[in-house]
């Protein structure tokens, strides 16, 4: 079976105040919530440290390694995943999520 990445692109609400702590803190739910589900690998969050500055707008990104598909799919409805949804869609203006398998 091949593994997912799951990929999830934010762009945090810019009339939002202390950006950058919601997305630090973001990043404290994922790394608490996220680990705890059965099929998760890995786990990485953060802003862009390009030097590029082709991020589109996006401010955050999450990256989710899944042994396949189906912990994939266990992932979403999982209790351990609303913390981490719902801090997102909280404070984002845009969300772009893309996933692939090796």
């Known amino acids: 079976m091949a593994g997912v990445t799951h990929v999830v692109l934010v762009q945090w609400d810019a009339g939002r105040d202390g950006i950058g702590e919601h997305a ?7 790394r608490e919530h ?6 998760v690998e ?4 953060g ?3 390009s030097t ?3 991020e589109g707008g996006f401010d955050w990104m999450l990256t989710v390694r899944f ?9 979403l409805p999982h209790p351990e995943h609303r913390p981490v949804a ?3 869609g ?9 996933d692939v398998e090796d």
């Open 24 to 30: 630090a803190r973001a990043d404290d739910l994922c």
């Open 90 to 98: 909280a404070g984002s203006s845009s969300v772009v999520v893309f």
């Open 47 to 49: 802003p862009s440290i």
């Open 52 to 54: 590029e500055g082709k």
């Open 86 to 88: 719902d801090h997102i």
């Open 67 to 75: 042994r396949d598909r189906e912990a994939l799919a266990g992932y």
């Open 34 to 39: 996220l680990p705890r589900i059965d099929g």
């Open 42 to 45: 890995s786990v990485h969050s």
